[in-house]
């Protein structure tokens, strides 16, 4: 009987405590007291270096309640105003946690709603959000959006703009000078007289596309120049030439080109305005005219250099079945495997720009290749020496290349 009281004074003894303590957390009126966050601090605004002027960067130190697990904490807003008594406007808002800076930044288009004037004062605050209330920081101001004529950040590109100029004007003047430039030989450019030749012998036409592509795309202007080379081959060969064109200010350019080529080779007799003419410009309907005339005419050559679409492997495979020897070139990467398989030499992407240069001999056009291929080289070295400087930390080396905003 007294083990049983004691047992019982013990379980007492242990009960009011914690009962007592289970009292002290819980506030006598049940109230929950709110406590409003710190605001963030040392807030610091300035124009932004190596821009147009339409922005204004900013930073400060984080609110103390901006820690890690604080789950009531949702981030910041800035807000601007034009003068220090406001009215502020938010400029951004829901900033993530633990960011100590940001940009206000605008267009420079007056009529644009994101608008942000050049040269105005203006002034800021950073307001931190959170589950119990926001509070402001110490407004800042005035500080205005200047622009710079020159972008720092840029310099790499700019260095490497003024490489290549200097390459390419040095090898221009050294091609009018006569210097004899190697170009590496292509087996499409040494194919094409061989295949004029051919069409000699046979007594065949030569068939020219230059592709959908309009007279202003690269493919289509290296396109011309390769057209001038053939058409003056046969012209000295005598052979007949058929140039059917899928843009009309294509077929006047083509024109021009192969009658000035024609007055090269000293035979502006044998020049036929109607060699080259204007067949449709959609797709599949100028597809289906060239093909027509593939199996009409049966041309013992086809080109097809410059710029197709969907309908190259068509064109491709119709000039197969006729039995034409066929050299392809575009720089539409999607394309390249249909000529590869259906045509005997293809000149893949940026060969058909080298066999212009080739074919064509004019120092701008050699300078200009010899300039990239240069400069290809110097981008080649500096990665190879880039990996090196990666692996061994040379910070230098790679900040060299770093290129800003």
């Not at 697990?69 to 406007?89: K, Q, T, V």
Request: glycine share 8%; net charge negative; hydrophobic share 45%.
């Amino acid at each position: 009987m007294m083990k049983n009281k004691f047992l019982l004074f013990i379980m007492v003894l242990l009960v009011i405590p914690i009962a007592g303590w289970g009292q002290d957390e819980t506030e006598p009126d049940g109230v929950v007291e709110s406590v409003p966050p710190a605001p963030p601090t040392n807030l610091s605004a300035f124009d932004t270096p190596n821009d147009n002027g339409h922005s204004i960067s900013l930073q400060w130190d984080l609110s103390a309640d901006d820690v890690e697990g604080n789950l009531d904490f949702a981030g910041y807003r800035i807000l601007r105003a034009e003068s220090p008594d406001g009215p502020y406007e938010i400029r951004k808002d829901s900033i993530p946690r633990g960011t100590m800076s940001e940009r206000d930044s605008g267009v420079k288009e007056s009529d644009n709603q994101d608008y942000f004037p050049r040269e105005k004062d203006f002034w800021y605050k950073v307001v931190t959000l959170h589950k119990n209330g926001n509070a402001e920081s110490e407004v800042f101001g005035p500080v205005r959006a200047v622009g710079q004529l020159y972008n720092w950040g840029k310099t790499p590109v700019a260095a490497a703009v003024i490489l290549f100029t200097v390459f390419t004007l040095f090898f221009i003047q050294k091609a009018r000078a006569g210097a004899e430039l190697y170009v590496r030989p292509l087996a499409g450019i040494d194919a094409v007289d061989e295949a004029i030749g051919r069409a000699t012998e046979m007594g065949k036409p030569i068939l020219y596309v230059l592709g959908l592509g309009t007279a202003a795309d690269v493919a289509t202007i290296a396109s011309f120049t390769i057209l001038s080379r053939v058409a003056k081959k046969v012209a000295e060969y005598q052979t007949s030439l058929i140039v059917p064109c899928y843009d009309p200010i294509v077929m006047t350019v083509a024109q021009e080109t192969v009658k000035t080529a024609y007055y090269d080779a000293g035979r502006p007799d044998a020049y036929h305005e109607d060699d080259v003419f204007f067949v449709t410009n959609q797709q599949f309907a100028y597809v289906g005219g060239v093909n027509g005339i593939m199996i009409r005419e049966k041309p013992a050559t086809n080109f097809y250099l410059g710029k197709f679409y969907a309908e190259s492997l068509i064109l491709a495979e119709t000039g197969s079945a006729t039995g034409s020897i066929q050299i392809a070139g575009t720089d539409e990467v999607t394309q390249i495997p249909f000529f590869v398989v259906a045509c005997d030499y293809t000149l893949i992407g940026e060969e058909l720009y080298a066999a212009s240069a080739y074919l064509g001999r004019e120092p701008i056009l050699l300078g200009s290749l010899k300039g990239q291929d240069y400069c290809k080289a110097l981008v080649i070295i500096s990665i190879l020496l880039g990996v090196i400087a990666a692996i061994f930390n040379w910070d230098g080396f790679m900040n060299l290349f770093t290129v800003g905003n």
